[in-house]
């Protein structure tokens, strides 16, 4: 699919789609309950990844409009029916592995080569001290064992998924668990997303600075659960109100434990003059920030080493692109500075490099000079009604549909 976007500006008001991050939690959660409905879905790429490991899993898995009935799912004796696709989905695979791990059937993982390149390192460490089969290849991994031991130690600058994917299966294991994250804890506010969910379904956390503790008495109740608005997402939109528009977003919890809500205090910023920010617990905001950079002028990020991992190589990709609009980007180990200042309308087309988020950051300036996107269907990941949503605030667009 390609996007051509015309110079506009954005007006309206627009609800915040449902919280991806939330949104896989509140499934697996479910899904190891009697039976829970969890509503408000959108069924982006990655949470259909979700659904359907969570099928092959065993689960029962009913979808009726915007809602998911599920349940019934018993890793300890998983009725594994097939592989268990995660198409993109780094959640699904990383949040899934150590339910996996709790029985002794053998279960293969698959999917995209990128998603396999990224780390699995905790868990194959993880598998070896407990006797389990961790079969890599560049597009799957088959895992055949059962998980021992209540105590683990997991590195806290690696992705905070390895911690929430054993916080889903200590459960079962019938005895008092804990991790121990050692170093420093990134993405911390992910990890608090996975408790608060656990604490919903009545499964007890407790964390002691870098320890958490679950209680070996912990159950999945079945519930109703409604998934709150994504910050990540609505951070693309309430970004037009920086290039002049007058955008409300609705469906946004103010008291969210979301990590990316800091995206306000960081446009405050932005319009206060503020030219360096941290990334390092909310790396999702980067290709957002970079491009609102390239209208603001120079400004260097850091924490930025993680950029490497997600679906592109995020910082590269939005250097790639921003050059095409005659902005200058320079990448160290763990920082980058973005010279902007002035846009130039893009020399050739904008390209998506698979990612969702490069699509939706290079969208935002192409209403301010025009262009077309090539593989603009990448939002399909986490917004796959996106650019249908910003037709309604007046952007200018025309969708082809390769």
């Not at 990844?49 to 009935?69: F, M, P, Q, R, Y």
């Amino acid at each position: 699919m390609n996007v051509k976007i015309t110079p506009s500006v954005a007006e309206g008001t627009v609800k915040a789609p449902p919280s991806k991050s939330m949104c896989h939690r509140a499934l697996i959660s479910a899904a190891l309950t009697e039976k829970s409905t969890v509503y408000g879905i959108s069924f982006s790429k990655d949470i259909e990844a979700t659904l359907s490991c969570l099928k092959a899993l065993g689960a029962n898995v009913e979808i009726e409009g915007d809602k998911a009935i599920l349940g019934s799912l018993s890793p300890l004796c998983p009725d594994v029916k097939g592989e268990l696709n995660c198409c993109e989905s780094g959640s699904t695979l990383r949040f899934l592995i150590p339910l996996c791990m709790l029985s002794k059937k053998e279960i293969t993982l698959t999917g995209s080569e990128r998603l396999f390149e990224r780390p699995l390192d905790i868990y194959e460490q993880i598998a070896k001290e407990n006797n389990i089969d961790f079969v890599k290849t560049k597009n799957s991994l088959t895992i055949k064992g059962k998980l021992g031991g209540g105590k683990f130690r997991v590195r806290g600058d690696v992705s905070s998924q390895f911690i929430s994917g054993l916080l889903f299966a200590l459960p079962f294991l019938y005895k008092n668990s804990s991790i121990e994250v050692t170093g420093h804890l990134e993405s911390a506010s992910y990890i608090d997303l996975t408790i608060k969910a656990l604490s919903d379904f009545g499964v007890n956390v407790k964390r002691d600075n870098n320890i958490f503790y679950i209680d070996k008495d912990s159950r999945y109740c079945s519930r109703n659960y409604s998934v709150e608005g994504d910050y990540s997402n609505a951070a693309f939109l309430d970004a037009f109100n920086l290039l002049g528009g007058n955008v409300k977003v609705l469906n946004l919890s103010e008291n969210s434990l979301q990590g990316d809500r800091v995206y306000k205090k960081m446009y405050e910023g932005l319009l206060k003059g503020e030219r360096e920010f941290d990334l390092t617990d909310c790396p999702d905001l980067a290709p957002v920030m970079m491009a609102l950079s390239a209208l603001f002028g120079k400004t260097t990020f850091l924490g930025t080493r993680r950029l490497k991992i997600k679906e592109s190589d995020r910082a590269k990709a939005m250097a790639s692109e921003l050059s095409k609009l005659n902005v200058k980007t320079e990448i160290y180990e763990n920082s980058l500075t973005v010279f902007g200042g002035k846009i130039n309308a893009p020399s050739e087309p904008i390209l998506s490099h698979n990612d969702h988020r490069i699509v939706m950051a290079m969208a935002l300036l192409l209403t301010k000079t025009g262009g077309e996107i090539i593989g603009a269907e990448a939002v399909s990941k986490s917004y796959p009604n996106f650019f249908e949503e910003i037709q309604k605030l007046k952007i200018g667009l025309e969708i082809n549909v390769n």
